[in-house]
């Protein structure tokens, strides 16, 4: 199975930057689209950013052009690059994957780091 542990977040001002970083463990990781969600508090979860094993990549509407996801294969990391952040990105983010190594299609899920924005 694949071990997702998310690290890089922390409070920051609004504008500023942070970059969140997924390490992978497991045979598998080529074989995975990669995603980060968020979950602000008392809202739903929502997917942020994907990226699948090829690099193609989508992003909710609301950080485009701000967040960049992108994907170390030769790592088994997946980063999330967030600038010019606002009090709205507050959140704790989650990586996830969805793997396909063979006959079924498997998730996993990192604990989540928290984000907070905040003057």
């Known amino acids: 199975q694949v071990q997702l542990v998310e690290s890089g977040g922390g409070l920051v001002q609004p504008g500023g930057s942070l970059s969140l970083s997924c390490a992978a463990s497991g045979s598998f990781f080529s074989t995975c689209d990669m995603a980060w969600y968020r979950h602000p508090p008392g809202k739903q979860r929502e997917l942020v950013a994907g990226?699948?094993?090829?690099?193609?990549?989508n992003y909710v509407g609301s950080v485009k052009g701000r967040f960049t996801i992108s994907r170390d294969n030769a790592k088994n990391t997946v980063f999330l690059q967030m600038n010019t952040l606002e009090p709205e990105d507050t959140a704790v983010y989650l990586c996830?994957?969805?793997?396909?190594?063979?006959?079924?299609?498997?998730?996993?899920w990192g604990r989540g780091t928290q984000v907070t924005v905040s003057s």
């Open positions: 996830n994957a969805k793997c396909r190594p063979g006959l079924g299609t498997y998730g996993y």
């Open positions: 990226i699948t094993t090829n690099g193609s990549t």
